[in-house]
Nanobody, 127 residues
């Protein structure tokens, strides 16, 4: 078992930036696939970005070039730097892990492959 706790959400104007953090309750970041997902009101949860144990990155087309996923193994923390935010980025953002599985799915959208989830943090981008 592992607990994931997201933070860093908030309300920003379009064009602004936010950095989300996801703290794991124990040392899993270094050896597990980690991912960020989001769910807008009325929509299905969708993949945003993933990072595997070796640092290989994948992004959804909608965020590539604007968002950056990273991790700090020593701090057991996953990050999502979000720049050039758009109103359509408004959603609850979740981090998730394929606990003790080093590789991430080929598709960023493969949310069913992730077994552990945080409670989410709200991001609101105004136009």
């Amino acid at each position: 078992q592992v607990r994931l706790v997201e933070s860093g959400g908030g309300a920003v104007p379009a064009g602004g930036s936010l950095r989300l953090s996801c703290a794991a309750s124990r040392n899993i970041i270094s050896r597990s696939c980690m991912g960020w997902f989001r769910q807008a009101q009325g929509n299905e949860r969708e993949g945003v970005a993933t990072i595997d144990s070796g640092g290989f990155l994948r992004y959804a087309d909608s965020v590539r070039g604007r968002f950056t996923i990273s991790k700090d193994n020593a701090k057991n923390t996953l990050y999502l730097q979000m720049n050039s935010l758009k109103p359509e980025d408004t959603a609850v953002y979740y981090c998730a892990t394929r606990l003790d599985i080093s590789n991430c799915p080929m598709a960023v959208q493969a949310k069913s492959d992730f077994g552990y989830w945080g409670q989410g943090t709200q991001v609101t981008v105004s136009s």
